[in-house]
């Protein structure tokens, strides 16, 4: 492998990197690009690994390169060990499907806030650097949304453009428990904030905006329970493949910019193997080209779908539900969600390039190949009980 070189012209020393919640959906593609892409070595941390397994196999080229300790960072005293003899330390565990949020509350604040903790009190105490995984529900809502609903403002930039350095992060109320992620997610970024303002950690706050691909989440009665509700893109997955309409939650109104988690992947390569041109920041990694409405989202979906399994489009696509029957008391929802992208363009020098359809197209023939059959299967015993 030729020599890497960094933004700067400058070659690329081997790290070794502890992933925290390496086998997740981030995680397995992180590994997958630092194995086979790179010369740095792994120590993946994760309660699972089935989605790193295809990594975990000994006997490959980059089979020395990787380790994975199955440990819930809750309460393993080994944590502290791989932190300190790593290089770099990345924390992606968390509960992170909305339907938790205002149902599982505390579990999501002691995912989120409480169990990350003691890994950014470890990284402070030996000097280790932190990429830590927010995300760009910290915003919550936009200022926009609390005008008129005609209001022109509302189209103006400075009312929905998200920014790192100037945008406020506004939540509902208390009894709204789905901000519980976020707000837990933005003291987590405070604390990291304030321990490299007064103890000089240094860190890397990412702010994902909506990344998507193959192996997101999990499919309900196939590889995860039968009753969970997934983040969208697997719930629309399903849909389609049960031939079932979509769920539109409110209408489907909410608008999302969607990324490819491989675009993605190339910005948190940048932040590694930048440290001068990411520590001390906050950047939004997402794709402010790719919005849609949810209901856009599923319309796209269903033609997409259609096509690569051959399927006819069925005559009732989408059913709309309202928030309180889909994920019950307390959900709120963020209205848009548009990254501004200078610090990232500027520092990283990073720019995401798949369009909404082609990454939707390349994670549906993934699901497709992987899960119909199973959901075929599971109708079919359904059927005959
Ligand atoms: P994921 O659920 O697929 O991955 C999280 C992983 O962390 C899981 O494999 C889980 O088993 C592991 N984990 C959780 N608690 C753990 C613990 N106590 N000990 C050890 N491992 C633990 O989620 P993801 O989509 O890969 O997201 C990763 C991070 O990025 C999260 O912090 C999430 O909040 C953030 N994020 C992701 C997105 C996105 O678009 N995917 C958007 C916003 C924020
Ligand atoms: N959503 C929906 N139908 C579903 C699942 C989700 O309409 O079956 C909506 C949800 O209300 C939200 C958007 O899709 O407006 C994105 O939800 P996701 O779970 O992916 O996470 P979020 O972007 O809200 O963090």
Known sequence: MAPRLDL??????????????????????????????????????????????????????????IDFFMINIKHDPQTEKLIKISDVVINLAAICTPADYNTRPLDTIYSNFIDALPVVGFCRDYKKRLI??????????????????????????????????ESPCIFGSIDKQRWSYGCAKQLLERLVYAEGAENDLKFTIVRPFNWIGPRMDFIPGVDGPSHAVPRVLACFSMALMKEEPLKLVDGGKAQRTFCYIKDAIDAVLRIIENPDRANMRIFNVGNPMNEASVKELAEIMTDVYCKISGKSKPNMTTVDISSKEFYGEGYEDSDRRIPDMKLVTTELEWQPTTSLHDLLEFTLVYQHKTYSQAVRECISKK???
Do not use: M
């Not at 990197?17 to 070595?41: D, K, P, Q, R, V």
């Open 383 to 385: 059927l005959s009980t």
């Open 8 to 65: 700067d012209g400058r070659c690329i020393q081997p790290l070794k990197i502890c992933i925290i919640g390496a086998g997740g959906f981030i995680g397995s593609h992180l590994c997958e690009a630092l194995l086979w892409n790179t010369e740095h070595s792994i120590i993946a941390v994760d309660i699972f690994c089935d989605k790193i397994q295809h990594l975990l196999s000994p006997g490959e080229e980059w089979s020395n390169r």
């Open 132 to 165: 830590h995984f927010s995300t760009c529900e910290v915003y919550g809502k936009t200022i926009g949304s609390f005008l008129p609903k005609n209001d022109p403002l509302r189209q103006h930039p400075n009312f929905y453009v998200l920014k790192e350095d």
